[in-house]
T-cell receptor, first 112, second 117 residues
Framework: DAKTTQPNSMESNEEEPVHLPCNHSTISGTDYIHWYRQLPSQGPEYVIHGLTSNVNNRMASLAIAEDRKSSTLILHRATLRDAAVYYCILRDVMDSGYALNFGKGTSLLVTP | GAGVSQSPSNKVTEKGKDVELRCDPISGHTALYWYRQSLGQGLEFLIYFQGNSAPDKSGLPSDRFSAERTGGSVSTLTIQRTQQEDSAVYLC???????????????FGPGTRLTVL
């Protein structure tokens, strides 16, 4: 899988939007961009994924650059419960059965 | 519906003893994964089972580690002659893992915290 780069940590105030960046300059045409998050003392959970177009779901939005070399996970109104480590992971659609390659992720701190 | 379950939730053992960790995946999920997470670190892949195919053991750190998946469902991760560096949270995940399906979300269990004294 191609490599992703994320900031080690970010901080946000509660009820404000949060933009979590991810760089993936070596992304291939069949790589999907997946985001998972890991709340404290829990296993990771799926957040969102996309290929080329921006995506929205109940948890977050994913904005993908036109050249696909970067993407941004957007939490529209951060809550204290959103404090977690967020992982940006590339997955080739034909490698869908393989293990996820978790990097260090971004540790998000949300303050009241 | 039931998610992925793991047992025990915590395990404390003495150096040199063997331990078995259990994972019950979501019913119908053909793929099962084991990861471990040492304190303050990211997740490290250990082993992957897909249907009846031979497991991908490429992530196992030593021959003291082994895993089985019986009947395509429950899996057991065994660590023989445990060492202090084996202390970590061991996470299990399952997925449908259909090729060409962009989704293939992995569902994780709560993990087993292993402490080797």
């Amino acid at each position: 899988d191609a490599k992703t780069t994320q900031p080690n940590s970010m901080e946000s105030n509660e009820e404000e939007p949060v933009h979590l960046p991810c760089n993936h300059s070596t992304i291939s045409g069949t790589d999907y961009i997946h985001w998972y998050r890991q709340l404290p003392s829990q296993g990771p959970e799926y957040v969102i994924h996309g290929l080329t177009s921006n995506v929205n779901n109940r948890m977050a939005s994913l904005a993908i650059a036109e050249d696909r070399k970067s993407s941004t996970l957007i939490l529209h109104r951060a809550t204290l419960r959103d404090a977690a480590v967020y992982y940006c992971i590339l997955r080739d659609v034909m490698d869908s059965g393989y293990a996820l390659n978790f990097g260090k992720g971004t540790s998000l701190l949300v303050t009241p | 519906g039931a998610g992925v379950s793991q047992s025990p939730s915590n395990k404390v053992t003495e150096k040199g003893k063997d331990v078995e960790l259990r994972c019950d995946p979501i019913s119908g999920h053909t793929a099962l994964y084991w990861y471990r997470q040492s304190l303050g670190q990211g997740l490290e892949f250990l082993i992957y089972f897909q249907g009846n195919s031979a497991p991908d053991k490429s992530g196992l750190p030593s021959d003291r580690f082994s895993a089985e998946r019986t009947g395509g469902s429950v899996s057991t991760l065994t660590i023989q002659r445990t060492q202090q560096e084996d202390s970590a949270v061991y996470l299990c995940a399952s997925s449908l893992a259909r090729r060409g399906l962009s989704y293939n979300e992995q569902f994780f269990g709560p993990g087993t915290r292993l402490t080797v004294l």
